[in-house]
């Protein structure tokens, strides 16, 4: 099965971009409204919270949904800090796909964070694993297809 790092040069390659592509993230004392505006602007459900090169968090959408809106907190007011998860699960670019998935059931969570020698090189989405994994199933049905119509 494919890596995480297979993932991310892939992802990189359909969005037109070289290597894994940038890694956006927020610094905990800004707002969430720059937080969801920032995510909004680069098509993302989630941010790495840091300071300085050092991961202390991160932030969702659906944190937003369900520590902001449904508090009836203001966003412009409310800081990042205030509603991040602090406790990161977070993977290497040489983790296989299902160990990902697996972490993202066992902690109902939609994004990992991934950490490379101490660095954030990237986030995954569940969206990005699956796409990946069924790449993967339709070029074993494509190579068994051939096989049984006696090609190589």
Request: proline content about 1%.
């Amino acid at each position: 099965m494919k890596t995480v790092n297979d993932v991310l040069h892939h992802r990189s390659r359909l969005k037109g971009g070289e290597g894994t592509g940038q890694v956006f993230s927020i610094a905990p004392i800004a707002s969430v409204y720059e937080a969801i505006e920032m995510m909004s602007d680069r098509h993302i459900g989630a941010l790495p919270v840091m300071i300085d090169d050092k991961l202390v968090g991160v932030v969702s959408e659906r944190d937003y949904a369900r520590k902001v809106i449904l508090k009836d907190k203001s966003s412009k007011t409310t800081r990042v800090s205030e509603i991040m998860t602090r406790e990161v699960i977070t993977v290497t670019s040489d983790d296989r796909i299902s160990v990902c998935v697996d972490l993202m059931i066992d902690h109902h969570i939609r994004h990992l964070v991934v950490v490379d020698e101490g660095q954030v090189t990237g986030v995954l989405s569940l969206r990005d694993l699956f796409v990946e994994i069924i790449d993967e199933q339709s070029e074993t049905i494509d190579r068994l297809q051939d096989y049984i119509r006696g090609g190589q």
